[in-house]
């Protein structure tokens, strides 16, 4: 499949293929291939989709080759400075589970310079910011936030909330050394 990708890219030819969803649900695909990125383990095409008229990320390892269309494109003007980030960007945000927006505190560049995944990013003024972001466990969402020195508030994302107010009441806990392992060793002593 890779081969097949390189050689469309290389003379701008469309490409064809089948596709199996996240869920596998398989369905054909008709795009202009524009670059080839590896993350982690995987390969994945950034792609022009003219038939949902967008740019589109696929992994590579989910589609299925189809006889060459001959049809020509013209390459396109990518719109991110760094097609990586803007894969990595994709890919990361379709694989949370839960997802919040928060507005942060802090100036944008103050924020995005102690995160190290690719979260979206909007400047509000020069001391706030409004951020997109998630993960698979809403509890480790709420304790990675809270290690990045920064006040926010909550916007959506009731599931975040919710971690953030067990995290508060673990925290006070310790705080106060009214921990339930402090109690028990004590009532054992």
Do not use: N
């Amino acid at each position: 499949m890779l081969g097949a990708i390189a050689s469309a890219m290389r003379g701008h030819e469309r490409l064809r293929f089948g596709y199996t969803k996240h869920g596998g649900i398989e369905e054909g695909r008709h795009t202009e291939p524009q670059r080839l990125v590896s993350w982690g383990p995987l390969w994945y095409l950034f792609a022009w989709d003219p038939d949902r008229d967008d740019w589109r990320v696929f992994r590579v390892d989910r589609m299925v080759p189809h006889a060459p269309t001959g049809a020509r494109f013209r390459p396109r003007a990518i719109p991110e400075d760094s097609v990586v980030e803007h894969v990595v960007g994709r890919v990361i945000r379709a694989s949370w589970r839960y997802r919040a927006r928060v507005l942060v505190h802090a100036p944008a560049a103050q924020f995005t310079a102690k995160i190290v995944i690719p979260v979206g990013v909007e400047v509000v003024d020069e001391t706030t910011c409004r951020v997109e972001l998630g993960a698979d466990d809403p509890d480790r969402l709420a304790l990675w936030l809270a290690q990045l020195d920064v006040d926010l508030d909550v916007i959506e994302g009731d599931e975040l909330r919710a971690a953030f107010d067990r995290l508060a009441t673990r925290f006070h806990r310790a705080a106060s050394g009214a921990s339930t392992t402090r109690s028990r060793i004590d009532a054992t002593s």
